[in-house]
């Protein structure tokens, strides 16, 4: 019987026959006659020790079953004496898969984050990343069933696109043409797509094209920002949870994502118990009491210019001055969160000046139906908007941000075919996953990081 290492240790009793368990070594210390080998396959963060007699088939190689390489062990589930261990294996056979010499970077001390960066390659085999990426993975599901659950529809949103849809201009080009070429032919009727196509920022214009027929969906997937940022927060490939729905408001809007953001949390904390045991004890210690504060408390719920009054009046002094009509910065965020309201935020009703051109227009002129989740430790975590389902409203609102109406015709048909109020918003995965582990660098939660300056593996 071959058994992921997660399953063998959680069995209530030992099958009678051997099993069979596969991994990679952490440590192997040898004594007289025997050697332990601590085994894991990165199924959880527990190991499983295997005790090897000297003399077993495959025994020979035990002087080649150094940290790093990879063992296949047969034998017996059998009680563990050692601390903090249910079961152990002895073995009835080895066989050694794969060599790892000397040069083995991973070998058992502490590294830093900035070390494993650089062998993002090897990374996931220490305990904080295998940690990570198995919570990425169980928070990637989550995702999938919270919207499933509520019948929402996927939806596979391109990821060459035409559309600027935060109007930032940040954006990466997709050409086929060399540098000449592109000065020769600045509209890029000769490339590739015929027009100038870059990467996608956000799948949110063409989820409403699927949104005003099929009512309420979501897309998931890799966007791209070609912004030259170097906080901790920022990555140039990044993933989205953008969901959008047909005859919706603003009020709904807010109160899907404050529903999601804790649908998540919860989740991560019934699936994900022993991952978050590490985030707690050597990432964050403040971890599991943010989070089931984020599960326990209601959100507050302030608008923009209530934001704007409190900052003001905290007796603060911010890095960023605090004037109606800017953008709230991390730390604004953070003091509404942490120290004003000490729960999840959604603020909500932001200037006009401020948002994009799809955001819909609020009576008194100055303001537009747009809102953002913020939580403890990060910040934004969600950003969203009711959508301008009004055309006449909607082409002022282009012209206002020199927007194409030959290049929106497509999304000006959906004012023009049937419009409906409708609402959405996106939520990075990242940031979500910064939030859920405690891990401060967006570039420890991302597989392989994208950022200034670095494309490596």
Not at 48 to 58: E, S, T
Not at 138 to 163: E, N
Not at 394 to 419: F, K, P, Q
Request: net charge negative; proline share 5%; aromatic share 10%.
């Amino acid at each position: 019987m071959s058994l992921p290492i997660k399953h063998a240790l959680a069995m209530e009793k030992p099958p009678t026959g051997d099993i069979t368990v596969r991994g990679w070594v952490r440590t192997r210390r040898d004594s007289k006659g025997f050697s332990f080998l601590s085994l894991n396959d990165g199924s959880c963060l527990a190991n499983i020790q295997a005790i090897v007699d000297h003399g077993i088939p495959g025994s020979d190689d035990l002087p080649q079953a150094s940290t790093g390489a990879s063992v296949e062990i047969c034998g017996q589930l059998v009680d563990s004496p050692g601390k903090g261990q249910t079961w152990e294996i002895t073995a009835t056979s080895m066989r050694l898969v794969g060599t790892s010499d000397a040069s083995y970077p991973l070998q058992k001390k502490g590294h830093t984050p900035e070390f494993l960066r650089g062998i993002a390659h090897l990374r996931p085999r220490s305990n904080l990343f295998g940690c990570v990426f198995r919570t990425r993975s169980r928070l990637a599901f989550a995702v999938h069933q919270f919207f499933q659950k509520r019948g929402f529809v996927c939806v596979h949103t391109p990821i060459i696109t035409a559309s600027d849809c935060e109007g930032a201009g940040e954006m990466f080009r997709v050409t086929t043409l060399d540098g000449k070429e592109m000065q020769a032919d600045p509209n890029a009727t000769s490339d590739f797509f015929g027009k100038r196509t870059y990467l996608t920022v956000s799948g949110q214009l063409e989820g409403e094209a699927f949104a005003c027929a099929l009512s309420n969906i979501y897309t998931f997937g890799p966007t791209f920002r070609a912004e030259n940022s170097h906080t901790t927060r920022h990555a140039s490939e990044f993933w989205m949870i953008e969901p959008e729905m047909a005859f919706c408001d603003l009020d709904t809007d807010m109160a899907l994502a404050e529903e999601m953001v804790k649908s998540l949390v919860t989740d991560t904390l019934e699936h994900s118990a022993e991952d978050l045991t590490l985030f707690g004890k050597f990432v964050d210690k403040g971890l599991h009491d943010r989070l089931h504060a984020v599960v326990e408390k209601p959100f507050e719920r302030i608008n923009y210019t209530e934001a704007v009054d409190i900052l003001k009046k905290s007796g603060r002094t911010f890095e960023h001055p605090v004037e109606w009509g800017v953008n709230l910065q991390t730390e604004h965020e953070r003091f509404l969160t942490e120290e004003h309201c000490k729960s999840p935020v959604t603020v909500f009703d932001y200037p006009k000046t401020l948002k994009p051109f799809y955001m819909r227009s609020n009576d008194d002129g100055k303001t537009v139906a747009a809102m953002d989740l913020l939580v403890p430790g990060i910040g934004e975590i969600v950003g969203g908007s009711q959508r301008e389902e009004r055309l006449d409203l909607l082409l002022e609102n282009m012209a206002a941000h020199g927007v194409s109406t030959d290049d929106y015709s497509w999304y000006t048909d959906l004012r023009r075919y049937g419009s409906v109020p409708h609402a959405g918003f996106g939520m990075g995965f990242e940031r979500l996953l910064m939030f859920v582990t405690g891990v401060a660098n967006i570039r420890d939660v991302i597989p392989f990081p994208r950022t200034p300056g670095n494309a490596e593996f």
